[in-house]
């Protein structure tokens, strides 16, 4: 017994007086062994017992079985007299709480299982662990959590939103950028939610936000002392968008440079080039011999060998191991035919003049019709078998097989803004030739492709300047993204601030995703604010350790 008291915690007062062992759970009957306890109300200290009671509590499990404690615990009077709490109930300093079912590292570990999993999944997990609970109480739990506010900031944060229901509603997300956690989830994202928040936290100094333009303005209004920093990826993708539609419009050039790409002026050399072969193809006029299987020929030379020798035929056909009406039928014949089958025809003697270069020409009814007026002993399927692989072997198109067609390469609008973006080398050899071909066509799709280049190392080279000389460049030329340099003015110093600093929301961006995981797990029942406090305890937790 006593190496079984380690069981339980050791800083609760309890003692164990016996333990039971079934197939899924450990039983642990207990009783107390303090001498005395306190008021809940007036704090007194009380060593006279009113009476016992039991009390059942579940533990950590052991080897995977389910541990419940019977205790034996007990009710004291207060010695105050002026306390209106005449009779309590016996309390715990450590792990036992007032109207507890479980003991406090229990909970721990639920809760921090909650915060991974959620409801569902949580009390599945429960359930194979050993310490089964529901997923309700999971989210019970969860609701008691007590979450410390965050009142101050390290001064620089990324503000975004994400979706409840895509479409439909949203809410903020902020985030310290430079301790890496969420600092709070607002209900929606209006202008005047934001500015409040703003408003409550003068140390505001930097603020990464995308391109939303409400967010904008309340950040001018809640927090005018902060830098606002656009987001470079809302950048690079309005960018994409821009160019998307560029190519949307361009498309009479698209075409003109698909068909130029699929059918290139060499492809009719090369046809002529295979005609050229086909006629002076040389014209053979002797039928090619059949083959003989070298076993029966090599048995019908001995036959006649033996037989020129004197040799009776019982014994040159016990010599070759064939019947002596088999060694008969050879001693009577000057040469070995060929020997047919059922399915066997005489298609090897016409080789020759199906193969000329006229008869290439014709279709397989015409030829068919031919040879069978020649003796040829087959039908019109074991001759259209027989005439494919004849084909196939000398490498020769009929017009009765089809030519087989070669797909159509095209690319879309956004699969062409993508490809512009990149660099020559990161493309594959079709997408690299093509797209040459696409700036030979049109000087105005290479302008674009050049500018997109260019904006993209603006964020690698981070000088200062060097958005405004961008800007002026891609408004004064013909290229089809000029409009969205026209609207990177009115949001100037936000974007050259993405260009200049290394802030990014990008960060932001990953914690929306852990956002969603967790709005899933959920399933239906997060509310906004059981949303938020998971939200904000997962990313306290994780920080912390």
């Not at 303090?34 to 009113?50: A, E, F, G, N």
């Not at 002026?82 to 229990?106: D, W, Y």
């Not at 062409?416 to 000087?443: A, G």
């Amino acid at each position: 017994m006593n190496k079984l008291r380690n069981i339980l915690p050791n800083n609760v007062r309890i003692k164990i007086c016996s333990i039971m062992f079934n197939d899924c759970s450990l039983l642990i009957y207990a009783s107390t062994c303090q001498s005395s306890s306190y008021c809940p109300v007036c704090r007194k200290k009380s060593t006279r017992i009113h009476s016992k009671y039991n009390r059942e509590l579940s533990d950590l499990p052991v080897s995977g079985k389910a541990v419940r404690i019977k205790l034996m615990a007990r009710k004291y009077f207060c010695e105050n007299y002026s306390c209106p709490r005449k009779v309590f109930t016996e309390r715990f300093a450590n792990e036992i709480c007032p109207h507890g079912r479980r003991l406090i590292r229990s909970n721990h570990l639920l809760c921090k299982m909650a915060l991974e999993l959620g409801g569902n999944k949580g009390a599945t997990i429960s359930q194979l662990v050993g310490l089964p609970i529901s997923s309700s109480t999971i989210l019970r739990i969860l609701r008691k959590l007590d979450i410390p506010e965050k009142t101050m900031t390290s001064g620089i944060i990324g503000v975004d939103d994400w979706a409840f229901k895509k479409g439909n509603a949203y809410g903020t997300i902020i985030v310290d950028l430079k301790n890496n956690e969420v600092i709070d989830l607002l209900p929606d994202r209006s202008p005047d939610t934001l500015i409040k928040w703003l408003q409550s936290h003068p140390e505001v100094q930097i603020v990464s936000r995308d391109r939303y333009g409400p967010y904008a303005s309340a950040i001018k209004q809640g927090a005018p002392q902060a830098v606002q920093v656009a987001d470079r990826f809302h950048l690079l993708l309005n960018l994409g968008e821009a160019t998307k539609r560029m190519f949307q419009s361009e498309g009479k050039i698209l075409k003109e440079a698909f068909n130029l790409y699929n059918n290139p002026p060499t492809s009719e050399l090369m046809d002529k080039d295979r005609q050229h072969k086909k006629e002076s193809l040389p014209e053979i006029t002797e039928y090619s011999q059949a083959n003989i299987n070298p076993k029966r020929q090599h048995k019908f030379d001995n036959v006649k060998q033996l037989h020129e020798k004197g040799y009776s035929l019982k014994a040159i056909a016990r010599t070759v191991k064939s019947h002596r009406h088999t060694v008969k039928k050879y001693i009577n014949l000057e040469k070995l035919p060929k020997k047919q089958s059922r399915l066997s025809t005489n298609f090897d003697a016409f080789q020759a003049f199906l193969l000329h270069a006229g008869n290439t020409e014709k279709t397989y009814k015409v030829l068919h019709q031919m040879i069978s007026s020649k003796g040829f002993t087959g039908g019109y399927s074991q001759f259209c078998n027989n005439m494919n692989d004849l084909y196939k072997r000398h490498k020769v198109t009929s017009k009765s097989s089809p030519v087989k067609l070669v797909p159509i390469k095209t690319w879309s609008a956004i699969k062409l803004s993508l490809m512009v973006y990149k660099d020559k080398n990161e493309l594959k050899n079709e997408d690299r030739q093509f797209l040459e071909l696409l700036y030979h066509k049109s000087p105005q799709i290479r302008q674009t492709g050049e500018l997109v280049r260019s904006f993209k190392i603006l964020f690698q080279s981070k000088e200062d300047g060097s958005l405004k000389n961008w800007i002026e460049e891609a408004i004064n030329s013909g290229s089809g993204i000029k409009n969205f340099a026209k609207n990177l003015i009115k949001d100037f110093d936000a974007v050259n601030n993405a260009v200049i600093t290394p802030y990014s929301n990008g960060q932001v961006e990953g914690q929306i995703n852990k956002l969603k995981n967790i709005k899933r797990a959920m399933y239906g029942k997060a509310s906004f604010q059981l949303l938020r406090k998971m939200v904000l305890a997962n990313s306290q937790y994780f920080h912390q350790n």
